[in-house]
């Protein structure tokens, strides 16, 4: 076991943290940055077990932090980089004439968002965009894409570690405390935040400690004293996958209207880069935090979820919700039922199970589900050496570089890490 210094350590190897270290090493190459990930490979979770759609930021409320990090450096990047990547657009569909005024709201929602490409588009637009598809009116969205964000997670930690950055895989993050003594050299204890990991690891010191850590996320805030809330309760998303001589159904992303009345999207249609088309996802409570099957448990992880107020009264509100989101993952032609209302050719002989992914949920005591992204840090001297990234939901794989910028920008601020390029894409 070796000690090892640096300037800022970044837990957590998915798309976020990947980002974060990446921007933080070209814009201050200067400072010494590790990047902690407990898994062998980067983007291991979230990031690798995601639909791949590239955001136009349609859906976010006007003036979040959402809407205003949903922009064009993903596409700059994928471009520069060479990384394959579609914009086969996205078609949200009204399918019943009590949808068209949501339908409107959201388009509104667009414009005030500055969104690109967006157009209404009415049911004989529908079927030339998409033609298996059915509706009575449409947004489309040509800006929308779709990329395997895995690929990208790790295309972020290549620039990172030809930068000059430093990656430690298979290095779980086990503790986080002021050093009890002075690992730097002279009178001044130039590192005094000190990462631990498993036995035999190597000690992790550094000045500043930036964590983004996905599913775990409150648990590591809560090593420096943070609230325990928001706590993150984790979402089991099911997909279904079209069987390879049914993919001329669908070309698009195919979605449904929002509706406010229930806490996630519903299923949708989405063409994947490997050439497959993704149906769903259902959203249950997975009983591990990083469980991909109904036989991965954690009776910890599990304890930890229902016994929290939060999910207690969200459980409350969303019952009926809740009961038919389960039936629809283990009855596939439930599902297949819902499906149907976009696309009324697809049969259940026609689909099969696929991609499962579990989604990081931040919760709120009172049961509400927290959307927008939040940063944390902690009290006394410890606390004013780290930053937290609590929350990074949806389009956080889009926003990512965003994401990045702005969290160096708090990190030079908090840290007094002095001029910061902005310019850095």
Same mark, same amino acid.
């Given at each position: 076991?070796?000690?090892?210094?640096?300037?800022?350590?970044?837990?957590?190897?998915?798309?976020?943290?990947?980002?974060?270290?990446?921007?933080?090493?070209? #814009?201050?190459?200067?400072?010494?940055? $590790?990047?902690?990930?407990?898994?062998?490979?980067?983007?291991?979770? @979230? %990031?690798?077990?995601?639909?791949?759609?590239?955001?136009?930021?349609?859906?976010?409320?006007?003036?979040?932090?959402?809407?205003?990090?949903?922009?064009?450096?993903?596409?700059? *990047?994928?471009?520069?980089?060479?990384?394959?990547?579609?914009?086969?657009? /996205?078609?949200? =569909?009204?399918?019943?004439?009590?949808?068209?005024?949501?339908?409107? #709201?959201? *388009?509104?929602?667009?414009?005030?968002?500055?969104?690109?490409?967006? &157009? +209404?588009?009415?049911?004989?637009?529908?079927?030339?965009?998409?033609?298996?598809?059915?509706?009575?009116?449409?947004?489309?969205?040509?800006?929308? !894409?779709?990329?395997?964000?895995?690929v990208v997670t790790k295309s972020y930690g290549k620039d990172f570690e030809e930068a000059g950055g430093k990656i430690y895989y298979n290095h779980p993050l086990r503790g986080i405390k002021l050093a009890s003594e002075n690992p730097g050299e002279g009178k001044e204890n130039k590192y005094?935040?000190?990462?631990?990991?498993? $036995?035999?690891?190597?000690?992790?010191?550094?000045?500043?400690?930036?964590?983004?850590?996905g599913l775990f996320s409150d648990r590591v805030a809560a090593l420096t004293g943070c609230s325990s809330e928001p706590r993150i309760v984790p979402f089991r998303g099911e997909y279904l996958i079209l069987k390879p001589e049914k993919k001329h159904l669908v070309h698009t992303n195919i979605y449904p209207v929002p509706d406010s009345r229930f806490p996630f999207l519903g299923v949708h249609f989405t063409p994947t880069m490997k050439g497959e088309i993704l149906l769903g996802p259902n959203a249950v409570l997975a009983f591990k935090r990083?469980?991909?099957?109904? +036989?991965?448990?954690?009776?910890?992880?599990?304890?930890?979820?229902?016994?929290?107020?939060?999910?207690?009264?969200?459980?409350?509100?969303?019952?009926? *919700?809740?009961?038919?989101?389960?039936?629809?993952?283990?009855?596939?032609? #439930?599902?297949?039922?819902?499906?149907?209302?976009?696309?009324?050719?697809?049969?259940?002989?026609?689909? /099969?199970?696929?991609?499962?992914?579990?989604?990081?949920?931040?919760?709120?005591?009172?049961?509400?589900?927290?959307?927008? +992204?939040?940063?944390? !840090?902690?009290?006394?001297?410890?606390?004013?050496? =780290?930053?937290? =990234?609590?929350?990074?939901? %949806?389009?956080?794989?889009? %926003?990512?570089? %965003?994401?990045?910028?702005?969290?160096? @920008?708090?990190?030079? &601020?908090?840290?007094?890490?002095?001029?910061?390029?902005?310019?850095?894409?």
């Amino acid at each position: 076991m070796a000690r090892a210094f640096y300037d800022i350590a970044v837990v957590g190897g998915g798309i976020v943290g990947c980002a974060t270290a990446r921007h933080l090493r070209i #814009a201050r190459p200067d400072l010494s940055i $590790a990047l902690l990930e407990k898994e062998p490979t980067l983007g291991a979770h @979230q %990031s690798g077990h995601n639909s791949g759609v590239l955001h136009a930021g349609i859906y976010y409320t006007p003036g979040s932090l959402k809407a205003k990090l949903c922009i064009d450096l993903a596409y700059k *990047y994928l471009e520069k980089k060479n990384i394959p990547h579609k914009k086969v657009g /996205k078609l949200i =569909v009204a399918v019943e004439k009590e949808e068209i005024p949501r339908l409107d #709201a959201l *388009y509104e929602r667009a414009n005030q968002n500055n969104c690109k490409g967006i &157009e +209404f588009v009415d049911s004989k637009k529908i079927q030339e965009i998409e033609p298996h598809c059915r509706g009575l009116k449409a947004i489309w969205s040509g800006h929308t !894409g779709i990329v395997d964000w895995g690929v990208v997670t790790k295309s972020y930690g290549k620039d990172f570690e030809e930068a000059g950055g430093k990656i430690y895989y298979n290095h779980p993050l086990r503790g986080i405390k002021l050093a009890s003594e002075n690992p730097g050299e002279g009178k001044e204890n130039k590192y005094p935040v000190k990462v631990t990991s498993d $036995a035999g690891k190597d000690e992790i010191y550094c000045r500043h400690l930036i964590t983004c850590a996905g599913l775990f996320s409150d648990r590591v805030a809560a090593l420096t004293g943070c609230s325990s809330e928001p706590r993150i309760v984790p979402f089991r998303g099911e997909y279904l996958i079209l069987k390879p001589e049914k993919k001329h159904l669908v070309h698009t992303n195919i979605y449904p209207v929002p509706d406010s009345r229930f806490p996630f999207l519903g299923v949708h249609f989405t063409p994947t880069m490997k050439g497959e088309i993704l149906l769903g996802p259902n959203a249950v409570l997975a009983f591990k935090r990083e469980g991909y099957s109904y +036989f991965d448990i954690s009776l910890s992880d599990l304890k930890d979820a229902l016994s929290y107020k939060g999910m207690h009264k969200l459980i409350a509100k969303y019952t009926t *919700y809740g009961v038919s989101e389960l039936y629809r993952g283990i009855i596939i032609a #439930a599902q297949v039922k819902q499906l149907r209302r976009y696309v009324p050719e697809l049969r259940l002989r026609d689909v /099969k199970r696929g991609l499962t992914g579990v989604r990081a949920q931040a919760l709120g005591p009172d049961g509400s589900l927290i959307e927008d +992204f939040i940063f944390d !840090g902690g009290e006394g001297e410890l606390g004013s050496r =780290v930053l937290h =990234v609590r929350n990074a939901p %949806s389009p956080g794989a889009t %926003s990512s570089l %965003s994401i990045a910028k702005m969290i160096t @920008q708090k990190a030079s &601020e908090k840290f007094n890490l002095g001029a910061i390029d902005s310019n850095v894409v």
